[in-house]
């Protein structure tokens, strides 16, 4: 299953966000950025690297398509912080995917109009089935 990426204000249960831009750990929405913040290998790679650390078979979830909604904030120097699960169907893969994006490989950061690195909110819906 491909990734869903929310380019638009998270959902319900976002984390929140400073909006003084001006500030030096002002938390940057999509629509207040130059360039949006990547994994250096694609949004695929990230997508497997988080696939390759959950343990899908021992979350004890029925047969069938299900989704997690989480979001993250890319760093000035692309660490991943501040994971926040917003909607799961189990809270062993809110635990699960909490520790696997903190073990993520950094991402190019996202840039201002000036060019500078910013913290960017980043929100992506992760489907998976379990057969």
Same mark, same amino acid.
């Given at each position: &299953? #491909?990734?869903?990426?929310?380019?638009? =204000?998270?959902?319900?249960?976002?984390?929140? $966000?400073? /909006?003084?831009?001006?500030?030096?750990?002002a938390i *940057?929405?999509?629509?207040?950025v130059k360039?949006?913040?990547?994994?250096?290998?694609?949004?695929? #790679?990230?997508?497997? !690297?988080?696939?390759? #650390?959950?343990?899908?078979?021992?979350?004890?979830?029925?047969?069938?398509?299900?989704?997690?909604?989480?979001? !993250?904030?890319?760093? %000035?120097?692309?660490?991943? $912080?501040?994971?926040?699960?917003?909607?799961?169907?189990?809270?062993?893969?809110?635990? &699960? &995917?909490?520790? +696997?994006?903190? %073990?993520?490989?950094?991402?190019?950061? +996202?840039?201002? =109009?000036?060019?500078?690195?910013? /913290? &960017?909110? *980043? $929100?992506?819906? #992760? $489907?998976?089935?379990?057969?």
């Amino acid at each position: &299953m #491909h990734p869903i990426i929310c380019n638009g =204000a998270p959902p319900e249960g976002r984390l929140d $966000s400073v /909006r003084d831009l001006s500030a030096p750990d002002a938390i *940057y929405h999509p629509a207040d950025v130059k360039t949006m913040p990547r994994d250096k290998e694609g949004i695929k #790679h990230f997508m497997d !690297f988080i696939t390759n #650390h959950i343990d899908y078979k021992n979350l004890g979830l029925p047969k069938g398509k299900h989704r997690i909604f989480y979001s !993250f904030i890319v760093e %000035k120097d692309g660490s991943l $912080s501040s994971v926040k699960i917003i909607k799961t169907p189990n809270k062993a893969l809110g635990q &699960m &995917m909490t520790e +696997a994006v903190a %073990k993520a490989p950094k991402w190019i950061p +996202a840039t201002n =109009a000036k060019d500078e690195n910013v /913290r &960017m909110l *980043y $929100s992506l819906i #992760h $489907s998976f089935e379990i057969r």
